[in-house]
């Protein structure tokens, strides 16, 4: 895609699922990538192996964080912009997801989630619209949201919540400074095949009736959504922000109203 090759970008959730096929995806398109990931090192370890072998004269590092921490956020930035000399694309993907009935849903489970789906990605956006700002440069944000920003999750409320405000964050981010050559725009998934959804994987009575309700008749995989996530940073999509643009295979306008 025209516009990614010696970008700057910084993943976060990088280390499996859908930020392990974006950064495969960036890589490939000749772009510098930062994989931020918390606790176990080793997929990290590896998928940074993987991308010195897609491009091996990228810059690629490791850059470990919990985004829900402001400091650690602060660090990481610091980290990345002074290790690429610049940051040119932030794609704002840690998530996690606990389900509950929502009478039942524990606070600090629903601390957790908002702590890291939300105040993580808002805490990222601000530190990347700091940056870009502090050199007077264009940059890009595309947060991984999900159709539950809009359809209602019935057994994780939590998760819901966190991805409708990321369609606020998106908006008004968007809104705010498109007039600096900011652009903000979002990614919404629906059933992928991915860690978050791994019991898909393990329940093929469960993965055949997702799989009537959606028009193109199959989940879809981590690459297709990572194609969307470039598309969005690239060049091509210049004229693109503020929006949600949903990779669902139809399962929204399938819905009944």
Do not use: W
Request: net charge negative; aromatic share 4%.
């Amino acid at each position: 895609m025209q516009g990614l090759a010696g970008k700057r970008v910084l993943i976060t959730g990088a280390a499996t699922g859908i930020g392990r096929a974006t950064a495969l995806r960036f890589a490939a398109e000749g772009a510098h990538v930062a994989v931020n990931y918390v606790g176990d090192t080793e997929p990290a370890e590896t998928l940074l192996e993987e991308l010195s072998g897609v491009a091996p004269e990228g810059a690629h590092l490791l850059a470990p964080a919990d985004i829900a921490d402001e400091d650690a956020v602060d660090s990481l930035f610091a980290e990345v912009v002074q290790s690429f000399g610049g940051l040119d694309v932030l794609v704002n993907n840690a998530g996690i997801k606990i389900t509950s009935e929502p009478h039942e849903t524990h606070m600090a489970d629903y601390d957790r989630i908002m702590s890291v789906n939300l105040r993580g990605a808002f805490l990222c956006a601000q530190a990347a619209i700091q940056h870009f700002l502090d050199v007077a440069q264009a940059g890009v944000i595309v947060t991984t949201s999900s159709i539950h920003q809009v359809v209602p999750l019935l057994d994780a409320i939590a998760y819901t919540m966190s991805k409708s405000g990321l369609a606020g964050m998106t908006r008004t981010l968007a809104l705010r400074y498109a007039r600096d050559g900011i652009r903000v725009n979002a990614v919404g998934p629906g059933a992928i095949m991915t860690p978050m959804n791994s019991d898909l994987a393990a329940d093929m009575a469960k993965l055949s009736a997702i799989e009537e309700t959606i028009p193109v008749g199959r989940v879809g995989a981590p690459e297709e959504i990572a194609a969307v996530i470039a598309f969005l940073a690239s060049d091509e999509a210049s004229y693109i922000t503020g929006q949600t643009i949903f990779a669902d295979g139809g399962l929204m306008i399938a819905r009944p109203d």
